[in-house]
């Protein structure tokens, strides 16, 4: 059974900073891509950040650019999004997504595999 298990959430400041991190099991995901998305109350949830299957190639969703990082560690199966500089706006539910290609994208629908969600909550 594939699993993908967020952690990190956490309530923190505006001006902070939180690193969540992406523990996969069931498969390895050394060769596709990861991604994270969001999802804020009463919206639809949204691209953050892509990486390719060998962390050559990110993408970011245009709110999130120049704050967020997104990394992988091919060993440990694991993906994280170092988040800086949090404001409101980036209150949500994290969710961890797995492609089953190499290069993601900011499509929903590419995802396979999706994780339970990790709360974010960032307060002014």
């Known amino acids: 059974q594939v699993q993908l298990v967020e952690s990190g959430g956490r309530a923190v400041q505006a001006g902070g900073s939180l690193r969540l991190s992406c523990a996969a099991s069931?498969?390895?995901?050394?060769?596709?891509?990861m991604g994270w998305f969001r999802q804020a109350p009463g919206k639809e949830r949204e691209f953050v950040a892509t990486?390719?299957?060998?962390?050559?190639?990110?993408g970011y969703g245009d709110s999130v650019k120049g704050r967020f990082i997104i990394s992988r560690d091919k060993r440990k199966n694991t993906v994280y999004l170092q988040m800086n500089n949090l404001n409101p706006e980036d209150t949500a539910v994290y969710y961890c997504?797995?492609?089953?290609?190499?290069?993601?994208?900011?499509?929903?629908?590419?995802?396979?595999?999706w994780g339970q969600g990790t709360q974010v909550t960032v307060s002014s």
């Open positions: 997504a797995g492609n089953l290609l190499a290069y993601g994208s900011s499509s929903r629908s590419t995802y396979n595999y």
């Open positions: 069931g498969r390895t995901f050394a060769s596709n891509a």
């Open positions: 990486i390719s299957w060998n962390g050559d190639s990110t």
